[in-house]
């Protein structure tokens, strides 16, 4: 079976434009998570949805935002991009709505100038 | 202070060695223990997780939890070349409904033959 998957796995913008990075969960999960992960840092959490609804956010502006459809994908979407929001975004799936068992995709490296 | 401290390292071992790898946390309400095995450029792998205190075994890895401490250790016996990556600790609480998931920094670590 097909693990997470992300696209694209490599981007680069400039500042003020609009990214939307996509995931696709492992088959039969319905919870996915989104993380920013600086570089030399650990993974900060952006969102979780589950069942298609949001169930948590962590301390991020409302330039970004995500949605899931009804195959269980998931959009983040980062509005007015800042040179600090260059990292690597990861998408994290898990069967149900815990997260003590989420399994990553490899992620997309997002680079502002 | 942070939630989860975690000493960046780099932790240099010579390969059959035993690794110790910690992290402390402050939120007392965390519930879910995990380690995270890194390597460069790609997404986290789940290695365990464990829930409350306690030890788990898994082949080389021992995770052990100690909540009154608040403490938790990976343990890799016989170390290898292979296991040269970065160990992410990461724990769970539950707020407002679902587990938010709060990572540490990271130990970079680095198995010599």
């Known amino acids: 079976d097909a693990g997470v998957t992300q696209s694209p796995t490599h981007l680069i913008k400039t500042r003020g434009q609009h990214v939307t990075l996509r995931c696709s969960p492992i088959s039969g999960h319905k919870s996915v998570s989104w993380y920013q992960q600086v570089l030399g840092q650990g993974p900060q959490f952006i969102f979780q949805y589950y069942e298609k609804e949001e169930r948590g956010r962590g301390n991020f502006p409302d330039r970004f935002s995500a949605r899931q459809f009804p195959n269980y994908s998931s959009e983040l979407n980062v509005n007015a991009l800042l040179l600090g929001d260059s990292a690597l975004y990861l998408c994290?799936?898990?069967?149900?709505?815990?997260?003590?068992?989420?399994?990553f995709g490899p992620g997309t490296r997002l680079l502002v100038l | 202070q942070k939630e989860v401290e975690q000493d960046p390292g780099p932790l240099s071992v010579p390969e059959g060695a035993i690794v110790s790898l910690n992290c402390t946390y402050s939120?007392?309400?965390?519930?879910?223990f995990m380690w995270y095995r890194q390597y460069s450029r790609k997404g986290p792998e789940l290695l365990m997780y464990?829930?409350?205190?306690g030890n788990k075994e898994d082949g080389r890895f021992t995770a052990q939890v100690d909540k009154s401490s608040k403490y938790i250790s990976l343990f890799i016996r016989d170390s290898q070349p292979s296991d040269s990556a970065t160990y992410l600790c990461a724990m769970s609480a539950g707020t407002g409904g679902y587990q938010k998931v709060t990572f540490g920094i990271g130990t970079k670590l680095q198995v010599i033959p």
């Open positions: 939120n007392s309400a965390f519930q879910y």
């Open positions: 994290a799936s898990s069967l149900y709505r815990g997260q003590e068992t989420q399994y």
């Open positions: 464990t829930y409350s205190s």
